[in-house]
C-alpha cells in the first residue's frame, strides 16, 4: 500500500527512490571521506557489495570503483 501510494504521489516508484538516495549519499562519501567502496556500500544500507556495485553503476554509468579512482584523481 505504501510503495502505491508513495508512486503515486511522486511519480517514482519507491525502490527506485530509495536506491537513488543511497547512491547520492555513497557519492557524498565518496567525495568527502577515504572510505573504501565496501564501506561506503554497508554506510549506505547495502550488505551485499554487488548489488550495490550494480545499483550505483545503473544510476551513475560507471562502478563505485571507477568513480571512487576518478573522484580521488582529481
Do not use: W
Not at 517514482?12 to 536506491?19: A, D, E, G, S
Amino acid at each position: 500500500v505504501l510503495s502505491n501510494l508513495f508512486s503515486k504521489e511522486t511519480g517514482v516508484p519507491l525502490t527506485k527512490f530509495i536506491h537513488q538516495t543511497r547512491v547520492r549519499e555513497a557519492i557524498l562519501l565518496f567525495n568527502t571521506t577515504t572510505m573504501s567502496v565496501s564501506e561506503v556500500a554497508l554506510a549506505v544500507g547495502y550488505q551485499d557489495f554487488s548489488y550495490f556495485s550494480k545499483v550505483f553503476t545503473k544510476n551513475v554509468g560507471c562502478s563505485p570503483r571507477e568513480y571512487k579512482h576518478r573522484s580521488t584523481a582529481e
